[in-house]
């Protein structure tokens, strides 16, 4: 089992639309995860961290954490022509050194 | 504020040759951590350091060592090169190693010919 998966292929969304990522992840001891957003040719970029179960809102981003079902999702409301990114979940493990582990991360394409 | 800076931005390598890449934390930030992230693929860590001392150690050859200055600087060196060396090299820093969010540079792009 890998440590962080985000299985969806490329998500198309029409502009406005919200766009749903899931995530997945298997040490139980986790405690902190975060989604990170990158543009082609560039590096990621932190957008969010979630520490605890329910839902983390910050403008039109909002992430949600089930740690009973060891599950990470970020919804993008509104979604506009510049959201079209891949974007990373990852999680920091608690029996890995408390490394950041990624998932391959999920392109998400905006159609104007 | 400045971010984590890192160089240089690029780089071409041929098999054999040895590299060093460089990064700056963000001020006050005193862990860095490496990641190598390859097209398609997320980052893969390869090592965290905090206050001078290596703290992890990801899954990759003796050929990759790092370490980190007294002003939390730190380097990333890889010997003997090869061509699945080639890919995105990403420096991230944190106020401290465990929960705290990281933040990247812009990485240095290595090429193996």
């Known amino acids: 089992q890998k440590e962080v998966e985000q299985n969806s292929g490329p998500l198309s969304v029409p502009e406005g639309a919200i766009a749903s990522l899931n995530c997945t992840y298997s040490?139980?001891?986790?405690?902190?995860f975060f989604w990170y957003r990158q543009y082609s040719g560039k590096s990621p970029e932190l957008i969010m961290s979630i520490y605890s179960n329910g839902d983390k809102e910050d403008g039109r981003f909002t992430a949600q954490l089930n740690k009973a079902s060891q599950y990470v999702s970020l919804l993008i409301r509104d979604s506009q022509p510049s959201d079209s990114a891949t974007y990373l979940c990852?999680?920091?493990?608690?029996?890995?050194?408390?490394?950041?582990?990624f998932g391959k991360g999920n392109q998400v394409v905006v159609i104007p | 504020d400045a971010g984590v800076t890192q160089s240089p931005t690029h780089l071409i390598k041929t098999r054999g040759q040895h590299v060093t890449l460089r990064c700056s934390p963000i001020?006050?930030?005193?862990?860095v951590s490496w990641y190598q992230q390859v097209l398609g693929q997320g980052p893969q860590f390869i090592f965290q350091y905090y206050e001078k001392e290596e703290r992890g150690r990801g899954n990759f050859p003796d050929r990759f060592s790092a370490r980190q200055f007294p002003n939390y600087s730190s380097e990333l060196n890889v010997n003997a090169l090869l061509l699945g060396d080639s890919a995105l090299y990403l420096c991230?820093?944190?106020?401290?190693?465990?929960?705290?969010?990281?933040?990247f540079g812009d990485g240095t792009r290595l090429s193996i010919l």
């Open positions: 040490d139980r001891g986790s405690q902190s």
């Open positions: 991230a820093s944190s106020l401290e190693p465990g929960n705290q969010p990281q933040h």
């Open positions: 001020s006050g930030h005193k862990s």
């Open positions: 990852a999680v920091n493990l608690y029996y890995g050194n408390n490394r950041l582990a």
